[in-house]
């Protein structure tokens, strides 16, 4: 691993398509996020991490994506991305892809080894164990699939909101359960995934929280834009916003300046 | 080609193997041989008076009952006692297994013994197991005269006498008891492991006892470890 | 059995089961019960995961040695007195059970709960020859009469309500009383046990399955929770077991290690009530059990898993743990997925037996959320081989044209970052610029799938990306 002149370890940001489209606040949160944790970001040109193919069963052009992915980001001392779902692609399912591949396996492995989801990046391998921000009410937590059961994010996001200023955590209950968004899944069968976030949104207002925090914006998209449609008043962020004090802003689905 | 012959040439086609080479069959041979144990649990290990406590608490767990005997002769009064307690008629059904035919049952009062098999007229059943497991509170019954296994199932109230030092920690000790008794690779017709009584949660998944098979399950456990 | 497979019609499947209200109400207490009550037992064992581990790594062993341990089995089988007979497909299978029960002029037949039953159709078959199969598993005996297919592995009624089930039994015993209480779970339960009593003193063969065959002992093992499939194999003169080649373990210790596991990932029990090794028939000297034990060993295209992509499916124990835990399981209940195994490991396994042409749906429902995989007692990576299956489908352009050619679009831009941060910036300032009053929409051109049932949010106007890059020139 390179150790950069300034003895700050170099992290290259991989911003992930929805939030580079979508919200660009929590982009920035990341990086406001991992500065604080004593790094330097950087943010090299890129894509997607390619889950839309493989997930469809492409794997041909999953792998073309992928070795992009591992060459733009060779430079840095650690990836990391504020998504359990894109950082559970580069991190477990890079080297499957792979495999019995001499050339590239090693180069996947390193890169695998390397790449770190933004919370538990900050936790983890940075050592954070409190951030210096405030929030005003009360939020509660989904702990989205990818990040919990490929990378164990569960703890991290907990301890680090327990030391937002103000900040009250109910507990969501079935947090551990699929929102019901899934990739393409959430378009191939409508039905099925609108009846999964609708229990979803059920548990979220029977926490009474004002807000619903995630760490991934595919499942923070599908709960909020249901959340919407229901009429509800729950605010839905991802967690690095609020982690970083920038969640002052309009919410995903809000009128107004994020 | 036979079907056999078929479905062996797919597994080893699929396998990439003949199923002749040496070290696979020397794998398999010392594993059939040597049956080795694998994890067992630290509740199935307790000291034996530990264990008898284990073999308790798992076998009402299971919604079955214990009683605690000093000695084989106190099986009749007890299982007088238990029917009186439960309204049940003064009658059981055992096999000829000699530990039950040898049992004072004349000072049981009133109570029937009849010998044999059920024809499903039976209400209550008495069997003597050939083992406990504490670990689970399973009992083990063998198959044959001693114990027909039809009492097993058919009767609505079953009462096993099983001896204290017969109550192992885990199965696997069962198991060495029944390889030494039967010998290597042999079995009797039928093995029941059974814990609790019978139920069913089909109906909404709301739990009932005495679904085919017995209602009630009650075990007699006697003498000392 | 081809006719019954609606595995094609997935997503109409779908849509009904969630309009069913009956349904969706008995498919609450899978959500809740199940889950509860498997994690509060593997809770009480330290030792669980480590069993998991060493059920895995044992029917790896034996899947890799199958053949020997087969012919063992069969040696050991044989010399107990017991009758083996193959079968390559499902046909083979049904046709030796009847040649059996046809040697004895079987009238009845009682039967075990047996998945590989309903995936051979053996009652279909038994019937259109004039023998009269029973189930004899309370939830077996609920769909038999109302000429279903189970919607669960372990639990093949539950779908149903009490009042559903009280209503079928008023509908089938016409010889009881009409003015009879059916009200409460107690006597539905007490009712079909009479009717069934009688069936089990009158069968002339019982059929069961196997959850595990033995190769060290020739033994076949079952594991039920009413009793019903000892009455089966100890009342009539025949007890045919079918199974599939992967249900063999060498030995009885192994059995032992994967018992620790299978009540506890499908019931939440510590050990079912009835654990049953049954080897050969009744010896010489028994008052009872059957004269006669035949296994029917199937392999139904199993064999052919081997050494693939698919082999790992062949651990599987069938405790229903990962449909317990699937939230597609929870919404749209077993059925939908047409044909006899659902949930996850049904979406792996259908295709392999049934072909991916007809169960495409199954391995691409499913959000990959990894619940399954979590708890599935063996370990069997199934998210990872439903991916290997819509793999097969792009492979073989199975999939619908609209998929593939948004997929084509998405990747051409996905490979090209530039032109990729060219195309979104365009398309964020344009959907900004709309939304931008609302900061959300509620329909959107080709995005109905979502915005039938969501809103969907406004972009912030300007990519992440170039904000930074502009940031950084400034």
């Known amino acids: 691993m390179g150790v950069s002149a300034t003895a700050q370890p170099r992290v290259g940001l991989f911003v992930t398509c929805l939030v580079d489209f979508i919200r660009p606040t929590v982009g920035f949160a990341a990086v406001k996020l991992i500065e604080q944790a004593g790094c330097s970001v950087e943010v090299p040109r890129q894509a997607c991490c390619g889950q839309p193919a493989f997930n469809s069963g492409d794997r041909a052009t999953t792998r073309e994506i992928a070795e992009q992915v591992i060459a733009t980001f060779a430079p840095y001392d650690y990836v990391v991305a504020p998504s359990g779902s894109c950082a559970g692609m580069l991190k477990v399912h890079y080297p499957e892809l792979f495999h019995g591949d001499p050339n590239w396996l090693p180069r996947a492995e390193a890169f695998a080894a390397k790449t770190h989801e933004l919370i538990s990046f900050l936790v983890d391998v940075r050592g954070v164990k409190r951030v210096d921000a405030a929030f005003a009410g009360s939020v509660t937590y989904h702990d989205s699939c990818s990040g919990l059961r490929e990378l164990g994010v569960h703890a991290q996001p907990r301890a680090l909101l327990a030391s937002v200023r103000g900040l009250e955590l109910a507990e969501l209950r079935d947090a551990d359960v699929c929102c019901g968004f899934g990739g393409t899944f959430c378009v191939k069968y409508p039905e099925i995934s609108a009846t999964i976030v609708g229990k979803k949104v059920a548990n979220v207002a029977a926490s009474g929280a004002g807000t619903l925090l995630a760490g991934d914006l595919g499942c923070l998209m599908n709960i909020a834009g249901k959340l919407q449609r229901e009429?509800?008043?729950v605010r839905v962020r991802h967690v690095a916003e609020v982690l970083a004090g920038m969640a002052d802003g309009a919410s995903i689905g809000e009128k107004g300046e994020p | 080609m036979s079907s056999r012959e078929v479905v062996l040439g797919s597994i080893r086609r699929s396998l990439g193997v003949s199923g002749r080479e040496a070290p696979r069959r020397q794998a398999v041979a010392d594993r059939l041989a040597h049956h080795p144990r694998g994890l067992v649990p630290e509740r199935g290990q307790r000291p034996p008076a530990e264990r008898l406590e284990v073999f308790r608490q798992m076998v009402e767990a299971a919604a079955g009952t214990v009683a605690k005997l000093p000695r084989a002769e106190d099986v009749p009064a007890a299982v007088a006692a238990f029917l009186r307690a439960h309204n049940l008629p003064m009658a059981v059904r055992r096999g000829d297994d000699p530990r039950l035919a040898g049992l004072p049952w004349e000072r049981a009062g009133a109570l029937e013994?009849?010998?044999?098999?059920?024809?499903?007229?039976?209400?209550?059943?008495?069997?003597h197991a050939f083992g406990g497991v504490a670990e689970t509170g399973t009992l083990i019954l063998l198959s044959g005269r001693d114990n027909p296994t039809t009492l097993n199932f058919l009767p609505d109230t079953h009462i096993v006498v099983v001896e204290a030092r017969d109550v192992a920690g885990d199965y696997e000790t069962v198991l060495a008891r029944l390889r030494e008794k039967f010998g290597a690779g042999e079995m009797p017709r039928t093995v029941n492991m059974i814990t609790g009584p019978s139920r069913s949660a089909d109906i909404e998944q709301m739990l009932i006892l005495g679904a085919h098979g017995p209602r009630r399950l009650h075990v007699l456990v006697v003498g000392e470890a | 059995m081809s006719e019954i497979v609606t595995s094609p019609a997935f997503k109409e499947n779908a849509r009904a089961a969630l309009a069913d209200v009956d349904l969706q109400q008995a498919l609450k207490s899978v959500e809740v019960n199940f889950i509860a009550k498997r994690r509060a037992s593997a809770d009480k064992l330290p030792e669980f995961e480590a069993l998991r581990d060493a059920a895995r790594d044992i029917k790896d062993h034996t899947l890799a040695h199958l053949d020997l341990y087969l012919e063992a089995y069969e040696q050991r089988l044989t010399a107990a007195g017991g009758q083996i007979h193959y079968a390559v497909s499902a046909e083979e299978a049904r046709a030796i059970i009847l040649g059996i029960c046809r040697k004895v002029d079987a009238k009845t037949v009682t039967k075990g709960k047996s998945m590989v039953g309903e995936e051979?159709?053996?009652?279909?078959?038994?019937?259109?020859?004039?023998?009269?199969?029973?189930?004899?598993?309370l939830g077996e005996y609920l769909i038999q009469i109302r000429g279903e297919l189970p919607s669960h592995i372990i639990a093949p009624a539950v779908h149903l309500t009490k009042a559903q089930i009280e209503a079928d039994f008023r509908r089938v015993h016409t010889h009881l009383p009409a003015d009879r209480n059916l009200e409460e779970h107690t006597t539905l339960l007490a009712e079909a046990r009479a009717v069934l009593r009688e069936r089990f003193l009158a069968a002339d063969v019982g059929i069961t399955g196997a959850n595990f065959l033995v190769a060290e002992t020739g033994s076949s093992i079952i594991v039920t929770n009413e009793g019903n499939g000892d009455l089966s194999q100890t009342l009539p003169k025949i007890h045919i077991v079918l199974a599939t080649i992967e249900k063999l373990v060498p030995t009885l210790e192994d059995a032992s290690q994967i018992l620790r596991v299978l009540a506890r990932s499908a019931t939440g029990q510590e050990m079912s009530v009835y654990t049953t090794i049954s080897t050969g028939p009744r010896r010489p000297d028994d008052p009872d059990g059957p004269g006669e034990y035949h296994v029917v060993i199937l392999d139904n295209g199993r064999s052919s898993m081997l050494g693939g992509d698919f082999q790992d499916m062949l651990r599987c124990i069938r405790c229903g743990a990962c449909m317990n835990h699937c939230?597609?399981?929870?919404?749209v209940g077993g059925h939908a997925y047409g044909w006899v195994y659902p949930g996850p490991m049904g979406a792996v396994l259908t295709p392999s037996l049934i072909g991916v042409d007809k169960a495409g749906h199954l391995p691409n429902?499913?959000?990959?959320?990894g619940r399954c995989e979590a708890v599935c007692p063996v370990r069997i990576p199934l998210p990872r081989m439903m991916r290997?299956?819509?793999?097969?489908?792009f492979e073989r352009h199975l999939q619908p044209a609209t998929m593939r050619y948004g997929l084509a679009v998405w990747a051409f831009l996905a490979k090209r970052p530039r032109l990729y941060a060219l195309a979104t910036s365009a398309a964020a300032f344009g959907l900004g610029w709309l939304g931008r009053a609302k900061g959300r929409f509620r329909s959107l051109p080709l995005a109905g799938g979502w915005t039938r049932h969501r809103d969907f949010p406004a972009p912030e106007q300007r990519t992440f990306q170039a904000q930074w890059r502009g940031r950084k020139r400034r």
């Open chain 3, 120 to 137: 051979i159709a053996i009652n279909a078959h038994l019937e259109s020859h004039g023998i009269t199969p029973v189930e004899t598993d």
């Open chain 3, 388 to 393: 290997r299956w819509r793999e097969r489908e």
């Open chain 1, 231 to 233: 009429g509800s008043q």
């Open chain 2, 113 to 127: 013994v009849t010998t044999g098999a059920s024809d499903g007229h039976q209400l209550v059943a008495v069997s």
């Open chain 3, 327 to 331: 939230p597609v399981y929870h919404a």
């Open chain 3, 365 to 369: 429902a499913s959000t990959f959320c």
